[in-house]
């Protein structure tokens, strides 16, 4: 009789549990927003972008450089989408010049991101390892002037 009580007791509990656990799923968040996630398409930034101040950056999945000048290059290590709107793209340069050598960090942000135009800065200057740029290169700081862009 006793392991009949407890039986019951215990398939009960079992079926609280497992529905208690099942009910305490977070739904999913549907936005990236303030996270590091990789580039995409759906993004928006993807693309080739044409400035007024004659440069000119081509943005893929993976890879960001300013072809207008051809100035630098970099492999995209990580992507911080701000807002739907606004992102920094960091990366590790496989061109660079004087004041960003290859083999240093870079960042590019954007913001104000549409279907068609953004405006777009590069970071004055590279770093020594991609936590510096993070840290350094944010949607508020580093870029001191961001070009009005249209898409190509």
Same mark, same amino acid.
């Given at each position: 009789?006793?392991?009949?009580?407890?039986?019951? $007791?215990?398939?009960? &509990?079992?079926?609280? *549990?497992?529905?208690?656990? *099942?009910?305490?799923?977070?739904?999913?968040?549907?936005?990236?927003? =303030?996270?590091?996630?990789?580039?995409?398409?759906?993004?928006?930034?993807?693309?080739?972008?044409?400035?007024? #101040?004659?440069?000119?950056?081509?943005?893929?999945?993976?890879?960001?450089?300013?072809? =207008?000048?051809?100035?630098?290059?970099?492999?995209?290590?990580?992507?911080?989408?701000?807002?739907? /709107? #606004?992102?920094? $793209?960091?990366?590790?340069?496989?061109?660079?010049?004087?004041?960003?050598?290859?083999?240093?960090?870079? #960042?590019? #942000?954007?913001?104000? $991101?549409?279907?068609? %135009? *953004?405006?777009?800065?590069? *970071?004055?200057? /590279?770093? /020594?390892?991609?936590?510096?740029?993070?840290?350094?290169?944010?949607?508020?700081? &580093?870029?001191?002037?961001? /070009?009005?862009? %249209?898409?190509?």
């Amino acid at each position: 009789m006793k392991n009949i009580k407890f039986s019951r $007791l215990f398939a009960a &509990m079992m079926v609280v *549990a497992i529905l208690a656990l *099942a009910g305490c799923k977070q739904p999913e968040d549907e936005t990236t927003k =303030g996270k590091v996630t990789p580039l995409t398409a759906e993004d928006g930034i993807v693309g080739t972008w044409v400035c007024d #101040a004659g440069d000119k950056y081509t943005i893929t999945v993976d890879k960001a450089a300013e072809t =207008g000048w051809d100035m630098w290059a970099f492999n995209i290590e990580e992507f911080l989408k701000v807002s739907d /709107s #606004a992102g920094v $793209l960091y990366g590790i340069l496989t061109k660079g010049s004087d004041w960003t050598p290859a083999g240093t960090y870079y #960042a590019v #942000a954007y913001k104000d $991101l549409t279907e068609n %135009t *953004a405006t777009i800065a590069a *970071a004055g200057t /590279s770093y /020594s390892s991609l936590e510096e740029v993070k840290a350094k290169c944010t949607i508020d700081n &580093m870029f001191t002037y961001f /070009s009005e862009c %249209t898409k190509e």
